[in-house]
């Protein structure tokens, strides 16, 4: 195992590297075809090395556990918005979860219908290329249009064009209150109905999830809204009075009630305990419902207001059959190794499309040796 | 401004190429002449202008396709164009150039409020989006200063922002996907209405490299419920670190406004005497607008107006109705007629750490005596995205150069103090050379080499972004 303590030391790493790389932040996201390679460990990258609260703007090392920059973040009334999910209790991994892999991967919770996602609050990155060298994009202010942005083409890649050693993140402040707009025994037709009305609606929903199977079995829909305590007050009673078409309608305001519900939807609390394969379907939330129609799912979530489904599928399933051609994309987050390396774990892409993103990986990794394989 | 030397080649070859377009367009879709190929020889950096080659303004996709495969084969540049309103050059032409316009591209193709997004062509202008949308209460957020004019296309070349991004966001937080010609011809679609990439962010990427990677024809754009209402407060300061100070302190309260818009003594004076606004003469003023319902909003100017007042404000000013609410936006949205009412002047964009702002501007008030011309500062303070405005004399023997230099000292300053420098306009021709300042060579020469995937001749807008000297190189190789 390779474990740089400093920035230099990872580009002297890479530069030095005979053959592959399987680069790990927290191990705690075993998510795509597995990477047979010599392990580089980046967590020994780790600190915060700048966090103005005034200006809404936290630098740190890729390495930094997540819970580190929360406790900062928190101190100050402040929090990542896009609330990255925890895929431990998923995936059944233990470990501490690193900002680093949170940009590369790209994970954000439910808010991110409403604020966007990981990548939309990336200022800036540092990174270490195929080559070893050290390269940086972006910056510490909210608003830079100066180069290419890959910065965000850095968020999602996997390591597989650089190992993020330094990010950049806008932070926004915490709420004051919170609520969750609960309404029970709706079909998935109606959920995403529902859900869509409260989207569309001026009233700054930050999540609007659908638990096919809520806490005791029945279906459940959340619709979450944050601000201010009179604000809160007066959003719940309007989305109370707008859905109450849907179905029965209650608000739940107990704070430690609503923060656990929407953990529970981030982390797909639902699915924790069962057997089977995870996939993660990105669509248009209008055509969530007849889509999960078809994957004969155990277990299904909606979020994102039906943009987001999570599908519980049993162990070893083609899901891409099932799918057939449809608009958005599929990954397969949760299955054995030999079913990851068996299967295509991410959306395969159009012709065009797979000859960019091959283009562009000749030119960050001209030798082949970050965490090669791993996104298809 | 130094620009390449022109193919000679291409030059010579007009007529055939020419008649080659003429062949897969319309009859009036190809201009040629030297009188009506002059309207584009500039955009709204009009300080650097020069005729293109020829001028192609295609209806469609497939023909923006036809239109590319010819000039690949025939290894002409190609600049593509929105609306003209980039103050950076990045529309401005070389005369071995094909300008590409996509201004007749205007379709709205699909509106759907129940997944939120809308599908134009990219020649549609920025607020005639919104316009489509409007009736059922929706609108697309980002909202440049040009909105009137500016198209989708440049939107998205240029990444833009507008005075409610602090909290919207900029283009690329609302685009959902594009449909792209590559400099060879070949039509890709990326994204579309779902949320994210299923791979590689080529999204993230597309947006903002300033029509050097692709022509994007097609666009899939978030809109958003507008909200139940809008109110702006007015507060003047006696200096530009108190208000500084205050811009911080609400940001620190948890109450996150739509816009944070600061303006300094010489703009307010200037904006006054054209808009009469009612603006207090003042050392620094902010507009600062929150939303929501009636109560919501109180509730909110409550704590920023408890905050102003801590900082002894030598005005505070609320809007009870619209009208008022108008007159509070009146002067800040004049501000560029204003300065241009006085003078000729060149508008830059660095972007700064909020709290560097007094120190920013202290340095810009110095500069300005010793480069001896007057500068207004305009900007989005919640972000620190600083307009200043250099006025200068186009008719002056020597202004143009001096205004050049001075505006070039302020983008280094800006990335002295940890910032960058272009925050929204982009870098076209105006800042390429300063590129150097902000980034490591091997920084640059990884933004190169994404081009090389792109357009591996090097025949899309290729004298912008990266310095010169940096890509001639790759240039070279594609004359
Ligand atoms: C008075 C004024 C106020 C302004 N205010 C703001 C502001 O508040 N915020 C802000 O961000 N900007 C502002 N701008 C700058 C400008 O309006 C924006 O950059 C705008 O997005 C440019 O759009 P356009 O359609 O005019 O693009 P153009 O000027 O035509 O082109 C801009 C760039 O986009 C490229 N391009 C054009 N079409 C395409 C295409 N189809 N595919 C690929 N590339 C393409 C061009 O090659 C060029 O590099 C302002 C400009 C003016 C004149």
Same mark, same amino acid.
């Given at each position: ?9 990872l ?6 590297a005979?053959g ?21 460990q980046v967590?020994?990258?780790n ?22 920059v ?11 918005a ?8 998923l995936?059944g ?5 690193t ?27 540092r990174?270490?290329?195929g080559?070893?060298?050290v ?5 510490r ?7 290419y ?9 996997r ?6 050693s330094?990010?950049s ?16 025994g ?7 109905? !529902?859900?869509? *009305?409260a %989207?569309?609606?001026?009233? @700054?929903v930050?999540? /609007? =999830?659908?638990?096919?199977?809520? #806490?005791d ?9 944050e601000?201010f ?5 007066y ?34 609390a ?7 394969d995870v996939?993660r379907?990105?669509?248009k ?9 078809r994957?004969?799912?155990e277990?299904?979530?909606?979020d994102?207001?039906?943009g ?11 899901l891409?059959a099932?799918?057939?051609?449809f !608009?958005?994309? *599929?990954? %397969?987050?949760?299955?054995s @190794?030999?079913?990851? /390396? =068996?299967q295509?774990?991410?959306q #395969?892409?159009?012709?065009p499309l ?6 562009l ?16 | 401004?130094?620009?390449p ?7 010579a070859?007009?007529?055939r ?6 062949g ?6 190809v201009i ?15 300080a ?10 295609p209806g ?12 690949h ?6 600049v ?6 980039s103050?950076?050059?990045g ?7 094909v300008v ?9 193709l699909?509106t ?14 920025n ?6 949308v ?6 697309f ?29 900029v ?17 890709v679609?990326?994204?579309g ?5 299923g791979?590689?962010?080529l ?21 958003l ?18 208000a ?8 620190r309260?948890?109450?996150?406004p739509?816009?944070?818009e ?36 109180d509730?909110?100017?409550g ?7 801590r900082h ?10 619209e ?5 509070i ?6 501000a ?13 964009d ?7 702002l ?10 300005s005596?010793?480069f ?13 995205n600083?307009h200043p ?7 002056k ?15 280094k ?8 420098l272009?925050?929204?306009h ?12 902000q980034y490591?060579p ?5 933004q ?7 357009d ?6 290729p ?9 001639r190189?790759?240039?070279?190789v594609?004359a």
């Amino acid at each position: 195992m390779i474990a740089p303590r400093t920035e230099a030391e990872l580009a002297e790493a890479v530069a030095a590297a005979a053959g592959p790389l399987r680069i790990a932040g927290g191990g705690t996201r075993p998510v795509g075809k597995p990477v047979a390679g010599e392990a580089l460990q980046v967590t020994g990258l780790n600190g915060i090395t700048l966090y103005e609260p005034g200006a809404l703007t936290l630098v740190a090392r890729a390495g930094t556990p997540v819970v580190e920059v929360e406790a900062a973040l928190a101190a100050e009334g402040q929090r990542l918005a896009f609330e990255p999910m925890d895929h431990r209790g998923l995936l059944g991994t233990s470990g501490a979860p690193t900002i680093g892999a949170v940009v590369a991967a790209n994970v954000s919770g439910p808010r991110r219908v409403q604020v966007g996602a990981c990548r939309d609050f990336l200022l800036g990155v540092r990174f270490v290329d195929g080559r070893g060298t050290v390269l940086k994009n972006g910056g510490r202010v909210m608003k830079n249009v100066t180069g290419y942005d890959l910065a965000r083409l850095m968020a999602g890649s996997r390591g597989t064009l650089g190992v993020l050693s330094e990010v950049s993140l806008k932070v926004l402040p915490d709420v004051a209150a919170s609520a969750s707009v609960l309404i029970g025994g709706l079909s998935h037709e109606g959920a995403v109905r !529902a859900m869509t *009305a409260a %989207l569309g609606s001026p009233f @700054e929903v930050t999540g /609007a =999830a659908h638990d096919a199977a809520g #806490p005791d079995g029945a279906p459940m829909t959340m619709i979450r809204i944050e601000g201010f305590e009179a604000q809160v007050a007066y959003r719940a009673e309007k989305l109370r009075g707008l859905l109450g078409g849907f179905g029965e309608v209650w608000v739940e305001r107990d704070p430690a009630l609503v923060a656990a519900g929407w953990a529970g939807v981030r982390d797909v609390a639902p699915f924790h305990d069962r057997g089977g394969d995870v996939w993660r379907l990105s669509v248009k939330p209008s055509e969530a419902p007849g889509i999960a129609a078809r994957c004969g799912a155990e277990g299904l979530l909606y979020d994102w207001g039906g943009g987001l489904v999570w599908l519980l599928v049993a162990e070893g399933c083609d899901l891409r059959a099932r799918l057939g051609d449809f !608009a958005g994309h *599929a990954t %397969l987050v949760r299955a054995s @190794e030999a079913a990851r /390396a =068996a299967q295509q774990v991410f959306q #395969p892409e159009p012709g065009p499309l797979a000859a960019i993103s091959s283009g562009l990986r000749e030119k960050f990794d001209p030798r082949g040796i970050l965490n090669p394989g791993l996104m298809g | 401004m130094e620009m390449p030397v022109p193919n000679g080649d291409v030059i010579a070859s007009k007529a055939r190429i020419v008649a080659r377009l003429r062949g897969v367009l319309a009859a009036d879709a190809v201009i040629e002449d030297a009188t009506e190929t002059r309207a584009y020889e500039c955009d709204a950096l009009t300080a650097y202008r020069c005729p293109p080659l020829a001028v192609v303004l295609p209806g469609s996709t497939a023909e923006v396709a036809a239109v590319l495969r010819i000039c690949h084969q025939e290894a002409v540049p190609v600049v593509p164009r929105g609306a003209g309103t980039s103050l950076a050059g990045g529309a401005l032409p070389t005369a071995d150039a094909v300008v590409l316009g996509v201004a007749r591209m205007n379709a709205v193709l699909e509106t759907d409020y129940d997944n939120r997004f809308i599908r134009v062509e990219t020649g549609r202008t920025n607020l005639s989006v919104t316009g489509a949308v409007e009736e059922h209460d929706f609108f697309f957020a980002p909202d440049p200063s040009s909105q009137l004019a500016c198209a989708i296309a440049g939107n998205i070349a240029m990444n833009s922002g507008g005075a409610h991004c602090l909290k919207y966001g900029v283009t690329t937080n609302n685009l959902l996907g594009v449909t792209m010609v590559t400099m060879a011809g070949e039509v890709v679609e990326i994204g579309g209405a779902h949320l994210d990439a299923g791979g590689l962010d080529l999204l993230g990427l597309i947006c903002g490299s300033e029509g050097q990677l692709g022509v994007v024809t097609e666009a899939t754009l978030r809109i958003l419920r507008k909200p139940e209402g809008a109110r702006p407060v007015l507060m003047g300061y006696d200096s530009a670190e108190v208000a500084g100070q205050v811009v911080s302190d609400i940001i620190r309260a948890g109450v996150l406004p739509v816009a944070i818009e600061f303006m300094d003594r010489p703009c307010i004076r200037a904006t006054e005497a054209f808009a009469r606004a009612g603006y207090p003469d003042c050392e620094a003023l902010l507009i600062v607008e929150v939303e929501g319902s009636p109560a919501e909003i109180d509730e909110q100017l409550g704590v920023i107006l408890q905050i102003a007042r801590r900082h002894d404000p030598v005005e505070l000013r609320q809007a009870a109705d619209e009208d008022e609410a108008a007159r509070i936006w009146l002067g800040r949205k004049s501000a560029f007629g204003a300065m241009g009412n006085i003078n000729d002047y060149m508008c830059l964009d660095g972007t700064i750490p909020v709290d560097k702002l007094p120190y920013v501007l202290k340095r810009i008030g110095e500069m300005s005596r010793e480069f001896g011309l007057d500068v207004a500062n305009v900007f989005h303070a919640g972000d620190g995205n600083m307009h200043p405005l250099i006025l200068f004399d186009a008719n002056k023997e020597g202004d143009l150069e001096i205004c050049e230099a001075f505006g070039a000292e302020i983008l280094k300053l800006c990335v002295e103090v940890g910032g960058c420098l272009t925050g929204e306009h982009g870098v076209g021709v105006e800042k390429r050379d300063l590129m150097g300042d902000q980034y490591a060579p091997e920084d640059l020469e990884a933004q190169m080499r994404v081009k090389d995937v792109f357009d591996p001749a090097w025949l899309l807008n290729p004298a912008k972004v990266f310095p010169l000297a940096a890509s001639r190189q790759r240039r070279a190789v594609a004359a």
